[in-house]
């Protein structure tokens, strides 16, 4: 259940879209309502993206946060997160970014699955999403805490829409068969230098793992994942600090390259 009214929840939800739009920080929401619940935290979420649609932006997508066993237990957490990728967030594979429209923006290497009929939670499993799955693609999140020093707890960071802001999508689609999901490995450089490496097992054991886990967070809100819904999964590398002037390439096996430049 929510502690937060219904005004709590649309000023909150203004307040971290004016610090995402605007790009300035606030400090974590939970230190002024320390009560609030994570029913509270998707309910601002998800008046966020109510926001956004009421103005005309477009839906394109959903990301997952969160996604490493590891970085649940140092969080304290048993589930990942998720945000929805607006269309504005979308820029090309060789596109620029400015960084000035962002606060102390992270890249991280991750995949998408675009799936060809709908996933509905309760008890959806990776055979589920793999049978659901049109095509897999590359995908480059750009990470951006509205958050002091990306300093936050679970619930502050769902509010904030689990830091998303842009992504890189292109390369190439594979069907999800093709594929070895679990042990397909990428590279990131920035600048020319490898700054990390990983493997899709990185991303709760198998990447299908974490689109079954986001129908099945939206079944609890009585939310589906439709036909057609682009969906990342997650991080496989830590998160990398970037700057003005970084030039970013993710190489992936088996499914080439993406790159990018901060400017």
């Known amino acids: 259940m929510g502690n937060l009214t219904k005004e ?14 605007q790009a300035y920080e606030v400090t974590k929401i939970t230190d002024d309502y320390p009560d609030m619940t994570y029913e509270d935290a998707f309910d601002i979420q998800w008046e966020i993206r109510r926001r956004k649609e009421a103005r005309g932006t477009k839906i394109v997508g959903m990301k997952m946060g969160l996604t490493s066993w ?4 140092q969080m304290g957490v048993e589930n990942p997160c998720y945000g929805f990728l607006a269309d504005y967030f979308s820029v090309p594979d060789g596109g620029e970014i400015r960084i000035d429209e962002l606060i102390h923006p992270k890249i991280e290497a991750e995949l998408a699955f675009v799936t060809k009929k709908a996933l509905k939670g309760p008890g959806v499993h990776i055979a ?7 095509f897999v693609m590359p995908a480059i999140e ?14 502050s960071v ?6 998303s802001t842009r992504f890189v999508t292109g390369g190439q689609m594979k069907q999800a068969s093709q594929l070895d999901l679990k042990n397909l490995g990428v590279v990131m450089e920035i600048n020319g230098t490898v700054v990390e490496v990983g493997a899709g097992a990185a991303v709760l054991g ?6 079954a886990m986001l129908a099945n967070m939206l079944g609890e809100r009585g939310e589906e994942l439709p036909a057609g819904s682009f969906v990342m999964i997650g991080a496989i590398t830590a998160a990398v600090p970037v700057k003005k ?5 993710v190489r992936y096996q088996d499914l080439g390259t993406l790159s990018g430049k901060f400017v």
């Open 128 to 134: 589920d999403v793999l049978a659901a799955t049109d």
């Open 245 to 249: 002037g970084d030039n970013f390439t």
């Open 70 to 73: 590891a970085k649940m237990k």
């Open 142 to 155: 750009v990470i951006d805490s509205r958050y002091k020093d990306f300093k936050f707890d679970l619930k």
């Open 206 to 211: 198998h990447p299908a793992a974490s689109v």
């Open 8 to 21: 709590q929840v649309n000023e909150l939800a203004e307040h971290l879209e004016n610090a995402e739009l």
């Open 158 to 163: 769902i509010a904030d829409n689990s830091s």
